[in-house]
């Protein structure tokens, strides 16, 4: 018989389990594939210039696992992108240019990064993308095993009759 969590190791569980989904945030998602298509506000540009970047989010899910009681965490993915300015050689920092996209999990979304440019300087971008697991889809998974804990939990104080040695839990 499989052994139950008590409202403690639950409890422990929980606090233990926090930092490890934290670090899930910004996890690799290995279930999704971006691909970018780039292009120029005005070209040349002349004093503001942007780069336009769609991002087109394909799944590619290992499996499609349905647990009942269970609701799966949202369709939508997250992507960390990040657009590099360099201007005459010299990296410009952008902070506006860093971040992370919710998008669609089978879709396109469109990407900004406005600098200034003067005259005679050259500009060129380097652009990053990688889709990450995120805060909403690791609180799904940290909510779906706080539930099971719980449920693990809660077992334990069932009292259990045998009839013709199968087990029958009364809760």
Not at 23 to 31: F, G, S, V
Request: proline share 8%; net charge negative.
């Amino acid at each position: 018989m499989p052994k139950t969590m008590t409202a403690d190791g639950v409890a422990q569980f929980s606090r233990e389990l926090r930092p490890t989904v934290t670090a899930l945030d910004n996890a690799d998602d290995a279930e999704a594939a971006v691909t970018a298509a780039r292009s120029w506000i005005g070209n040349p540009c002349h004093q503001i210039c942007a780069s336009i970047t769609d991002v087109t989010c394909t799944p590619k899910p290992f499996m499609a696992v349905n647990v009942p009681g269970v609701t799966p965490p949202s369709n939508d993915i997250f992507v960390a992108y990040e657009t590099v300015v360099t201007i005459d050689g010299v990296v410009e920092p952008h902070p506006e240019c860093v971040g992370v996209l919710r998008m669609p999990g089978r879709g396109t979304a469109t990407l900004s990064c406005r600098f200034d440019l003067g005259p005679r300087q050259h500009a060129h971008t380097d652009l990053t993308l990688r889709p990450v697991l995120g805060r909403a889809r690791a609180d799904a998974l940290v909510a779906a095993l706080d539930t099971a804990a719980k449920q693990s939990a809660d077992r334990a104080k069932c009292t259990v009759t045998s009839l013709s040695e199968a087990a029958t839990p009364h809760c």
